[in-house]
């Protein structure tokens, strides 16, 4: 191994490798099918190398699950807080932030969202109480929405999820030479999202 691949893995960017190496093992083999052998591989490091920085599988797997969704939910809450007070605004805001965020960082959101089974208890806890946090951003704009009498939903909490599982889907099968960029598929679930709580029209 290099002298500068072995100065990599004793600093942070040695860690991001490792991840790198993971997040791309998983989406083509899954946590269970993904051995520390391939991720060290991958990473151009020994398997001991890995121990530096993680104890297990395991441990590698809630990394990325809680640094994709931390970084999910900056992106959403800054959206938010950039949106104005309308929740018609916020909610678009919101929606448009985690569509991008699910094609602009694919391959993480595709472990999120189909590696959950594969986490101990302790990591299934963590992550879903981020996933909680993440619903409630949607839930508390569409509750209010609904509130104010901007949104005619009857049934605010379908919509949340529907929304957070129409967005969180594209990660598995939006690609980058398709017919639309990130940005043009976030405006359109946006509208999607809008005509699923049902705007009301005020009268002038």
């Not at 990473?43 to 999910?72: C, G, N, P, W």
């Not at 594209?170 to 999202?193: F, I, K, N, Q, S």
Request: charged share 25%; with cysteine.
């Amino acid at each position: 191994m290099c002298a500068a691949k072995v100065a990599a893995v004793s600093t942070g960017t040695g860690r991001q490798v490792i991840l790198d190496s993971a997040v791309t093992n998983m989406n083509e083999r899954g946590y269970h099918g993904t051995s520390m052998r391939d991720i060290a591989r991958g990473a151009d490091i020994t398997v001991a190398s890995i121990y530096h920085h993680f104890a297990s599988k395991q441990e590698i797997l809630q990394d990325i699950m809680v640094r994709a969704l931390h970084d999910a939910i900056a992106m959403t809450r800054g959206a938010l807080l950039r949106s104005g007070g309308a929740p018609a605004d916020q909610l678009q805001a919101l929606v448009r932030a985690w569509v991008m965020f699910h094609t602009t960082r694919q391959r993480d959101a595709m472990v999120g969202a189909t590696e959950i089974r594969s986490l101990d208890d302790a990591g299934r806890r963590l992550v879903v109480a981020l996933r909680d946090e993440q619903e409630h951003l949607f839930r508390d704009v569409i509750e209010r929405g609904v509130e104010e009498g901007d949104f005619g939903t009857e049934y605010p909490r379908d919509a949340v999820r529907g929304i957070i599982n129409m967005g969180q889907s594209v990660c598995t099968w939006w690609h980058a030479d398709g017919p639309m960029t990130p940005e043009e598929l976030a405006g359109r679930y946006a509208d999607l999202a809008l005509a699923m709580v049902k705007p009301v029209v005020r009268a002038p």
